[in-house]
Antibody
Framework: EVRLEESGGGLVQPGGSLRLSCAAS????????MIWVRQAPGRGLEWVSI???????YYADSVKGRFTISRDNSRNTLSLQMNSLRAEDTAVYYC?????????????????WGQGTMVTVSS | QSVLTQPPSVSAAAGLKVTISCSGS????????VSWYQQLPGTAPKLLIY???KRPSGIPDRFSGSKSGTSATLGITGLQTGDEADYYC?????????????FGTGTKVTVL
């Protein structure tokens, strides 16, 4: 069974840092593109960052220069290092990945989602 | 503010059909594949449609997707109370600095 599980969320003061992890099982994180998506309370989905299998990364303007997406292939884990956190970064953070097979791989469609981890930035 | 515009809400009686539009531009929908997601309250999003009109395994054929020009549409037939959720379109946008993924503004479906 393919599965993603986020961890690392919590309460942090403005200006602080937090590192989110997303542990994958049933597939290899480096084989596919993967993203981080966030959802502020009562709001819609907002894309945060993406990493492609070749290592290329992209970021939303709202987090560029503050957040870093990375993979740890030895632990089969995706990470999001978040620095200089602001109140507006408060949200549930999800990691997601396509469920690819030799015969089928969505073009930027995400089948597998974690349960989400809550990040609260407040003094 | 998202670059993909969806109606805030749609509703219909059980058993009937609803359609949800997703309006974009040539830099996003016009040049890239569109996906659709369903988000039930308090849960993670679920992929309903990818590559404009394909359904993942396990998604009933009551859900359909289409794309024309710079707009995409999600259709839900035989509406059920379990379909009450928020729905989002998503695609790549080439015009964002370096490129980036974008979600629509979201549509709440209510079954009357």
């Amino acid at each position: 069974e393919v599965r993603l599980e986020e961890s690392g969320g919590g309460l942090v003061q403005p200006g602080g840092s937090l590192r989110l992890s997303c542990a994958a099982s049933g597939f290899i994180v480096s084989d596919n593109y993967m993203i981080w998506v966030r959802q502020a309370p009562g709001r819609g989905l907002e894309w945060v960052s993406i990493i492609y299998s070749g290592g290329r990364t992209y970021y939303a303007d709202s987090v560029k220069g503050r957040f870093t997406i990375s993979r740890d292939n030895s632990r089969n884990t995706l990470s999001l290092q978040m620095n200089s956190l602001r109140a507006e970064d408060t949200a549930v953070y999800y990691c997601a990945s396509p469920d690819c097979s030799p015969t089928r791989c969505p073009s930027l469609g995400f089948d597998i989602w974690g349960q989400g981890t809550m990040v609260t930035v407040s003094s | 503010q998202s670059v993909l515009t969806q109606p805030p809400s749609v509703s219909a009686a059980a058993g009937l059909k609803v359609t949800i539009s997703c309006s974009g531009s040539s830099s996003n929908i016009g040049g890239n594949y569109v996906s659709w997601y369903q988000q039930l309250p308090g849960t993670a999003p679920k992929l309903l449609i990818y590559d404009n009109n394909k359904r993942p395994s396990g998604i009933p054929d009551r859900f359909s997707g289409s794309k024309s020009g710079t707009s995409a549409t999600l259709g839900i037939t035989g509406l059920q109370t379990g379909d009450e959720a928020d729905y989002y379109c998503g695609t790549w946008d080439n015009s964002l600095s370096g490129g980036g993924y974008v979600f629509g503004t979201g549509t709440k479906v209510t079954v009357l």
